[in-house]
């Protein structure tokens, strides 16, 4: 594995401090994995370091911005790949694809990724009375009412959820932010049929200078593989989007207008 300069390896960190920090905890801090083949995996914060000049800042281990920072990445190189398996039309706008399952409908998409990824964190972490989302007709529907905790019972939750709940709710449920408060694990979306959103999955600084960059995460339609998005906007093809920006996001497939980022209340 490379290990990112100026950090540890986060994934092994977050195992070791998860252990520590919260004794009890059964569930694995990736629960998905847990089925898979074992073996070793690149992190989300292995595969990309900070650029030249900026260190990430510290999180605390069971953090929503710590767990996005250990995702686990497919092998270097890897196509995205849509839910029938074939291969996604376009495979010049991501940088790296995380190992995470889609599924086998036209279900996870691009705001039910990001509310896969939220719940996962909780999942893991022993917060499932707090899993819950808004559906489009404005009603909130909680994991814990459904009577079962196991993680069979979670995925048939998530699959309601991708069916009933999208860009459009989601966008509703968040609250916006500046863009100057960007935060690991914002939002940037916007509500419609269709509609689009990215998630800020990790942010480096440069300490001298005070700038920040950050990373994005995306699933489209039809439903596809997560993935980490290059910046068009950079010569050499890197994932690092610059914090400095103003007005819209422009990303690969998808233009962002100005007070597009949102937070989870």
Known sequence: MRFAPNTVPLATAALLLIGSAGAGLTEPVYPWRSSNTPGPADTLAERF???????????PARSWATWLRGLPLMPNGAPVRLYTGAQ????DAHAAVIDIDVGK?????????????????????????????????????????????DYS????????????????????????VPVSDMQIGDVFIKGGFPGHAVLVADMVENPATGEKRFLLIQSFMPAQ??????NPGAPDDQPWYPASFSGALVTPEWTFPDGSLHRWP
């Open 225 to 230: 593989e997560m993935h980490v998005l290059k």
């Open 88 to 91: 996604k039309w376009r495979q």
């Open 49 to 59: 370091p900070p650029p030249s000049g900026f260190n990430r800042v510290p999180m």
């Open 105 to 149: 409908r036209d279900l996870q998409q691009c705001a039910d990724a990001i509310m896969r990824l939220r719940a996962e964190w909780l999942f893991s972490i022993g917060r499932k009375t707090d899993i819950g989302f808004n559906y489009t007709d404005g009603k909130r529907r909680t994991f814990s009412r459904r009577g079962k905790s």
């Open 153 to 176: 019972s979670f995925k048939k939750y998530m699959t309601l959820v991708f069916a009933y709940a999208g860009t459009y709710s989601l966008e509703r449920e968040l609250k916006r």
